[in-house]
């Protein structure tokens, strides 16, 4: 099994920053990239970017492209997610998980993620 346990969600207003982190523990070994996902009330989880742990490839939905940015220590097994240039729509709670399968990094947003995060809430305020 992989432990996921997200920090570093909070309060900010609009056009501020904040840094998520994902922390890895477990069979990490068995995990070839994580991402990130959001969800807010009353609406569908989404795709936020995801990141290979060998090599680093990226890959990011449209709405969050050129704000945020993820990166990995792979001797820390943990996942980072800077977010800057905040916006109200942002506003969601943070979950990160992991996939198996060495899928193309674009494809990533459909990949079977089987372990998951307790998640972490972001709000921005306007």
């Known amino acids: 099994q992989v432990q996921l346990v997200e920090s570093g969600g909070g309060l900010v207003q609009a056009g501020g920053s904040l840094r998520l982190s994902c922390a890895a523990s477990?069979?990490?070994?068995?995990?070839?990239?994580l991402a990130w996902f959001r969800q807010a009330p009353g609406k569908v989880r989404e795709f936020v970017c995801a990141?290979?742990?060998?090599?680093?490839?990226?890959v990011y939905a449209d709405s969050v492209k050129g704000r945020f940015t993820i990166s990995r220590d792979n001797a820390k097994n943990t996942v980072y997610l800077q977010m800057n240039s905040l916006k109200p729509e942002d506003t969601a709670n943070y979950y990160c998980?992991?996939?198996?399968?060495?899928?193309?990094?674009?494809?990533?947003?459909?990949?079977?993620?089987?372990?998951w995060g307790q998640g972490t809430q972001v709000t921005v305020s306007s």
């Open positions: 998980a992991t996939t198996p399968a060495p899928i193309p990094t674009i494809q990533m947003w459909r990949a079977p993620y089987d372990y």
């Open positions: 477990g069979r990490t070994f068995s995990s070839y990239a």
């Open positions: 990141i290979t742990w060998s090599g680093g490839s990226t």
